[in-house]
């Protein structure tokens, strides 16, 4: 999509190891999201960004972490990868808390064995 | 506690048709309503969105109706066409953040 990308978009783990997803705009957008999207749950939020250094848990957070130095980056690290966490990770931006919708990106697809 | 609720989980629906796809939440303090509507393989895609002090807002062939009272709101799909056939999330945001709905796979049969 265009002015925010996802990488990896595809990657296979081993459980018990980390790893970090980048999520990297050109938007200069200040709200950043991570989601993950599981069939028949659709998507829920894991961690969010309103500034850079500012973040927050969301609905799902444990096991995961997140950081944002930059207004373009926001990482989403997961400490020790489990089974339950392979899922397909979505990063969103928005421009404002308020009255305004997300641009996601691609999506990368985390498979954990 | 599931605040945002969708239905159905599937539709097929004839091309020319028109396709319904409900939502409910619960928690009064929502107060941004968008949907999105993702193709296999990518991100879901701002389709549409309503404040709560609106009742309804048209887009085109798409239609959000809003019941405050019920809280309840519904996407509407005329002259439903094969290229409609996706997958369609509602979600209800407050301070940024956005509920999500377990999504509606929709079906246009040519």
């Known amino acids: 999509d265009a002015g925010i990308t996802q990488s990896p978009r595809h990657k296979v783990t081993e459980t018990g190891t980390p790893v970090t997803l980048r999520c990297h705009q050109t938007?200069?957008?200040?709200?950043m999201y991570w989601y993950r999207q599981d069939p028949g749950h659709g998507l829920r939020l894991i961690h969010y960004?309103?500034?850079?250094?500012?973040?927050d848990k969301g609905e799902v957070s444990d096991g995961y972490s997140v950081s944002r130095s930059k207004t373009e980056d926001f990482l989403l690290t997961l400490e020790s990868a489990t089974s339950s966490q392979t899922s397909v990770y979505f990063c969103?931006?928005?421009?404002?808390?308020?009255?305004?919708?997300?641009?996601f990106g691609s999506g990368t697809r985390l498979t954990v064995v | 506690q599931q605040q945002v609720k969708q239905s159905p989980q599937s539709l097929i629906v004839q091309k020319g048709g028109i396709s319904i796809i409900n939502c409910a939440y619960e928690?009064?303090?929502?107060?941004?309503f968008p949907w999105y509507q993702q193709f296999p393989g990518k991100g879901p895609a701002l389709l549409i969105a309503?404040?709560?002090?609106?009742s309804e807002k048209k887009e085109g062939r798409f239609t959000i109706s809003f019941n405050k009272s019920a809280k309840q709101f519904s996407l509407h799909i005329m002259d439903s066409q094969p290229g409609d056939s996706a997958t369609y999330f509602c979600?209800?945001?407050?301070?940024?953040?956005?509920?999500f709905g377990d999504g509606t796979t929709l079906t246009v049969k040519p």
């Open positions: 938007e200069n957008h200040r709200y």
């Open positions: 309503i404040r709560p002090d609106v």
């Open positions: 928690n009064t303090a929502f107060d941004y």
């Open positions: 960004s309103y500034g850079v250094k500012d973040t």
């Open positions: 969103a931006i928005s421009e404002t808390a308020f009255n305004y919708g997300y641009t």
């Open positions: 979600a209800a945001s407050f301070t940024g953040k956005s509920t």
